[in-house]
């Protein structure tokens, strides 16, 4: 199920009218933050189809680095040995302690000597999907958090 501020949004892209995945606004003065666009046109989403917003990629990486409004919370509750990769997984993977695919590995930081993530070390896995072949989508979008963050300044 689609968290309730996801949307499907019909576009105007050069002249063709596109399906877009997009944060639904606040209020009614706001725009939607557009998080992917669909590359095959269509009433109904191939999410085969669906390519990261870099505009998204963007904003989602700066909250993951604390420098958004909001803070993630995983930068304060995060500890791992000094030195290792603290990585970030997708909440849809089924078995976050075992074999995680790639493409459900959102990112990673590097941890300095008390092994908590260096903000700044934030990286975005660009394999990472959005959404799978079957719609399952990524669960940053269903983390209110990030779209409190994005909101606040898409």
Do not use: C
């Amino acid at each position: 199920m689609n968290p309730p501020f996801v949307v499907l949004v019909q576009v105007a892209r050069a002249g063709t009218a596109s399906l877009v995945l997009a944060y639904k606004p606040k209020t009614a003065e706001s725009e939607v933050v557009i998080v992917g666009h669909f590359s095959e046109p269509g009433a109904k989403p191939n999410w085969k189809s669906l390519a990261t917003a870099p505009r998204f990629v963007e904003l989602f990486t700066r909250y993951m680095k604390g420098g958004l409004s909001v803070r993630p919370g995983i930068l304060e509750e995060a500890k791992v040995t000094a030195g290792e990769y603290v990585y970030v997984i997708d909440r849809r993977t089924a078995d976050p302690p075992g074999d995680v695919p790639f493409h459900d590995i959102i990112g990673w930081y590097t941890s300095g000597g008390e092994g908590r993530p260096h903000p700044d070390s934030f990286e975005h896995n660009p394999d990472h999907k959005i959404a799978l072949e079957d719609g399952a989508l990524s669960s940053i979008l269903s983390d209110l958090m990030v779209y409190e963050a994005v909101l606040a300044t898409g």
